[in-house]
């Protein structure tokens, strides 16, 4: 039977060479398209899920409009952040970041361009589970001027030597950085880089008391079981008790002005009617975790690209419809042989 079989594909090879062809090339390469959108989307929706605290991290996302130029972006002012667990009792702790850009470092008259140095407060192990392999994760970005280096780093910077209490040279700082730790490469999966970490209050600017002066990303770790709704609606009180009297000077000062008679209207947001519109929500959690930075209006949660579906079982059942589709397509050629 088999050879009969074997016989038998051999001559319809024969006979339609281009058509078998075709349709063994059509499968492979649904499959393989099908592999490679799993990969794909399997990568996705893995991001930042490597944090044990993933579930109580937001990002604060501020929603603004100026005139016409609308903002939408993870900025926050510095000073933000030690004012929330003061505020919001849901609130466990924060971390402010500030990503430096490209930054010449040296080491022994030695020089390098860091593209992914960021600056961090000291809560940042408190937040991401990036494992410590050297130093004390408590005191690590405790006081200015210190510096945790990421393995592949060090190992560039220093070889075999060990980095700890080495100092290195930032940018234009003139004073030096101490390193104070070593941590594990940040995951490729993780909607930020870092090679090295600096202590945040290092910035001139950590301790900007202007609640308009939004420049930094700010995450807050919220206490167990608290709801990021009951946070987010507390934003419009924060903002008037504190954006709203820095608003209010800008209105005096004759930056902007309201038509209607009326410096400044509280309804979800605090705004001049046609000139200034200022609000902020939570980004975050564990739902749609994925977005490297991007924000979109409303409450939402890092999206991924396949929105409310697993991206597995998407990727699978592409892969499956592929295969059926090949098998209704070669029967279909089977049973026209066999009535021929």
């Given at each position: 039977m088999f050879n009969n079989l074997l016989k038998h594909s051999i001559r319809s090879f024969k006979r339609q060479r281009a058509y078998i062809i075709i349709n063994i090339l059509g499968l492979a390469i649904g499959i393989a398209c099908s592999?490679?959108?799993?990969?794909?989307v399997i990568n996705e929706a893995s991001f930042d899920r490597y944090n044990l605290k993933k579930d109580r991290i937001f990002r604060i996302i501020l929603n603004g409009k100026i005139g016409e130029q609308e903002i939408t972006a993870s900025s926050?002012?510095?000073v933000m952040g030690p004012t929330l667990p003061k505020e919001f009792p849901e609130v466990e702790d924060f971390l402010r970041m500030n990503d430096v850009g490209?930054?010449?470092v040296e080491y022994k008259q030695q020089f390098f361009t860091d593209n992914d140095i960021m600056q961090a407060d000291s809560s940042f192990f408190n937040f991401f589970t990036i494992p410590v392999m050297k130093g004390d994760p408590d005191n690590l970005l405790n006081?200015?001027?210190?510096v945790v280096l990421s393995e592949s780093t060090a190992k560039k910077l220093f070889g075999s030597e060990n980095p700890i209490d080495k100092l290195i040279k930032i940018g234009s700082d003139t004073t030096r950085f101490v390193v104070t730790g070593i941590m594990e490469d940040v995951p490729s999966n993780s909607h930020f880089n870092a090679s090295m970490l600096t202590s945040f209050m290092t910035n001139p600017r950590s301790k900007d008391p202007q609640w308009m002066n939004n420049s930094f990303s700010t995450y807050l770790l919220l206490k167990p079981n608290s709801s990021h709704t009951t946070v987010d609606s507390k934003f419009t009180d924060l903002i008037v008790k504190y954006v709203g009297p820095e608003l209010q000077k800008y209105v005096q000062a004759g930056k902007t002005k309201c038509t209607d008679g009326n410096d400044l209207?509280?309804?979800g947001n605090l705004y001049c009617s046609t000139g200034i519109i200022w609000s902020y929500f939570l980004y975050g959690g564990t739902e749609d975790k994925r977005d490297r930075g991007k924000e979109s209006n409303g409450i939402v949660h890092y999206?991924?690209?396949h929105r409310n579906l697993k991206g597995s079982n998407?990727?699978?059942l592409s892969f499956r419809a592929c295969i059926m589709a090949?098998?209704?397509?070669?029967?279909?050629?089977m049973a026209g042989e066999f009535l021929l």
């Amino acid at each position: 039977m088999f050879n009969n079989l074997l016989k038998h594909s051999i001559r319809s090879f024969k006979r339609q060479r281009a058509y078998i062809i075709i349709n063994i090339l059509g499968l492979a390469i649904g499959i393989a398209c099908s592999l490679l959108i799993s990969l794909y989307v399997i990568n996705e929706a893995s991001f930042d899920r490597y944090n044990l605290k993933k579930d109580r991290i937001f990002r604060i996302i501020l929603n603004g409009k100026i005139g016409e130029q609308e903002i939408t972006a993870s900025s926050t002012p510095a000073v933000m952040g030690p004012t929330l667990p003061k505020e919001f009792p849901e609130v466990e702790d924060f971390l402010r970041m500030n990503d430096v850009g490209p930054t010449v470092v040296e080491y022994k008259q030695q020089f390098f361009t860091d593209n992914d140095i960021m600056q961090a407060d000291s809560s940042f192990f408190n937040f991401f589970t990036i494992p410590v392999m050297k130093g004390d994760p408590d005191n690590l970005l405790n006081s200015p001027h210190k510096v945790v280096l990421s393995e592949s780093t060090a190992k560039k910077l220093f070889g075999s030597e060990n980095p700890i209490d080495k100092l290195i040279k930032i940018g234009s700082d003139t004073t030096r950085f101490v390193v104070t730790g070593i941590m594990e490469d940040v995951p490729s999966n993780s909607h930020f880089n870092a090679s090295m970490l600096t202590s945040f209050m290092t910035n001139p600017r950590s301790k900007d008391p202007q609640w308009m002066n939004n420049s930094f990303s700010t995450y807050l770790l919220l206490k167990p079981n608290s709801s990021h709704t009951t946070v987010d609606s507390k934003f419009t009180d924060l903002i008037v008790k504190y954006v709203g009297p820095e608003l209010q000077k800008y209105v005096q000062a004759g930056k902007t002005k309201c038509t209607d008679g009326n410096d400044l209207f509280i309804a979800g947001n605090l705004y001049c009617s046609t000139g200034i519109i200022w609000s902020y929500f939570l980004y975050g959690g564990t739902e749609d975790k994925r977005d490297r930075g991007k924000e979109s209006n409303g409450i939402v949660h890092y999206r991924y690209l396949h929105r409310n579906l697993k991206g597995s079982n998407h990727a699978g059942l592409s892969f499956r419809a592929c295969i059926m589709a090949r098998n209704i397509l070669l029967c279909r050629k089977m049973a026209g042989e066999f009535l021929l």
